[in-house]
């Protein structure tokens, strides 16, 4: 995908109520590639969010850490000035017991700054899902519209 698409893409979803937008891949080093190459090209700060979200989670006693995730993910992208944040592997927000809806929680803390993350699965225009069937991170949304998250296909 070229860079000035990925612009239009970005730019486009900095108005938007959800200001999220998923890179999709359904191999892992495809997206991770993709989101480093181009939040470099595009001067944005790239965090791996399970590196960072471990880095705090793990000061936090076990039973509380469901109710600190959305403030732990807050924190994390509040530390960035930039108006752009890119996230890569998201893998801990499946985990269950963390007890988050892991798209809802990027599309919360996409309110206040628009958030390019990787995720692997597939988006067949009104079903996405991450990971594949019989994975225990698998998930699957119906229905998603253009207000819930842009998508982009990698």
């Known amino acids: 995908m070229q860079l000035q698409v990925q612009t239009q893409k970005i730019e486009a979803a900095k108005s938007k109520y959800y200001r999220l937008v998923l890179i999709l891949s359904i ?33 936090i006693p076990a039973r509380k850490r469901a109710a600190q995730i959305l403030t732990s993910l807050n924190g994390i992208i509040r530390t960035h000035n930039e108006d752009v944040v890119f996230l890569d592997q998201i893998e801990l927000l499946f985990l269950p017991e963390l007890q988050v809806d892991p798209l809802k929680a990027l599309q919360t803390i996409s309110r206040n700054k628009t958030i390019v ?37 990698v």
């Open 117 to 153: 993350a990787g995720w692997t699965g597939e988006f067949d225009g009104g079903r996405l899902t991450f990971a594949s069937q019989g994975h225990p991170e698998f998930l699957s949304y119906q229905g998603l519209t253009e207000q819930d998250c842009t998508i982009l296909q």
């Open 27 to 59: 191999f892992a080093e495809t997206k991770t590639k993709f989101l480093q190459q181009t939040s470099t090209s595009l001067n944005y700060p790239y965090i791996n969010l399970n590196l960072a979200l471990a880095g705090i989670l793990v000061d």
